[in-house]
């Protein structure tokens, strides 16, 4: 298995911030997983599984952790019978690969999520969803691995989840699911460009960011309440809440921890003053 040591962490989030990594481990199979998972028994470090890290701010200094790429965990595999397309997808495949597919087979129930920059044991932890849909909707399946380096099978039904929530941000590190999606008739590819475009129009993706930084408490819009609170466009350092969308965090250049910590505050304490409302936070921080 390849492990890198010294490693850069900035290089491993979408926002770019970030100091050290001892090691980084890039396991290529459930052997090297399990092998990883002992490890951190072993030696009592938490292990931080890495995907695309568009989910994922790590401080800056030295981080003592097991890190994890699912990087080279690639596996795809696929079945079909006429009415259903089953993908059986590693950790590491990339929701870009899955919309290649979809498109290319004119799949229906992935086509929301399209534009989600994420690999797919991160979008099974976060539940990562998008215009009233979440990946939980297609999913069929979880092979995961508990902390005592046993793989589990999960059916959906089995899985505790909820809006951006799941049991494997606590327990376990997903090996890889099984997603069921319908040959459709509608024009799929149309979809998921008008979806893109969409993006396109109201997300920063001109600048690196971690997409959602807090989670939309029940009734409302977190980027509603931070814009109204002053923090669209507001910032300390390099670390800005976007002009674009309040409820991204967007780094201008040379951004540090430091500052988004002061912002995150500012912001979460400005919100619960002005609306009795305790923002909580979507984005993974790792200190
Ligand atoms: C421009 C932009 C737009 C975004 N839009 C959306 C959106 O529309 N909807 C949405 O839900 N999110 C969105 N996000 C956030 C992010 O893309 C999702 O949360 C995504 O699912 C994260 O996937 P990842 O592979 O990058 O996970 P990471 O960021 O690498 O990790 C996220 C969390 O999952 C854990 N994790 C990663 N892999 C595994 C694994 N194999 N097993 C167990 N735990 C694991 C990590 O430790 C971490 O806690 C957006 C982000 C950006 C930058």
Do not use: C
Request: zero cysteines; aromatic letters at 12%; charged letters at 30%.
């Amino acid at each position: 298995m390849k492990i890198e040591e010294n490693i850069n962490l900035s290089n491993f989030s979408t926002l770019k911030v970030g100091g050290k990594a001892k090691r980084l481990f890039f396991p290529e199979n459930i052997e090297d997983i399990k092998y990883i998972i002992n490890l951190s028994q072993d030696t009592e470090k938490k292990l931080i599984p890495i995907g695309i890290g568009s989910n994922l701010i790590f401080k800056d200094g030295e981080l003592d952790y097991i890190f994890v790429s699912t990087k080279f965990l690639k596996n795809l595999h696929i079945t079909e019978n006429n009415e259903y397309f089953y993908i059986e997808a590693d950790a590491g495949v990339s929701f870009k690969t899955l919309v290649n597919l979809v498109k290319r087979y004119n799949l229906e129930g992935f086509e929301s999520l399209s534009g989600i920059p994420a690999s797919i044991g991160g979008a099974v932890a976060m539940n990562a969803g998008a215009y009233g849909s979440e990946i939980f909707d297609i999913i069929e399946e979880v092979y995961w691995i508990n902390k005592e380096g046993k793989l589990i099978v999960s059916k959906k039904n089995e899985i505790n989840y909820s809006y951006r929530y799941t049991q494997f941000q606590e327990e376990g590190f997903v090996y890889k699911a099984i997603l069921k999606l319908k040959k459709s008739n509608k024009n799929i590819p149309q979809i998921i460009k008008k979806h893109l475009l969409d993006r396109n129009k109201k997300q920063p993706l001109d600048l690196p960011t971690t997409g959602s930084t807090y989670k939309n408490p029940e009734g409302t819009y977190a980027g509603y309440l931070l814009e109204k609170a002053g923090f669209k466009g507001k910032r300390v350092g390099d670390i800005g809440f976007s002009q674009k969308h309040a409820n991204f965090l967007v780094n201008y250049g040379n951004g540090k921890y430091k500052d988004l910590k002061k912002l995150l505050e500012l912001a979460e304490e400005k919100v619960k003053e002005e609306f009795k409302i305790n923002l909580e936070r979507e984005v993974k921080i790792i200190e």
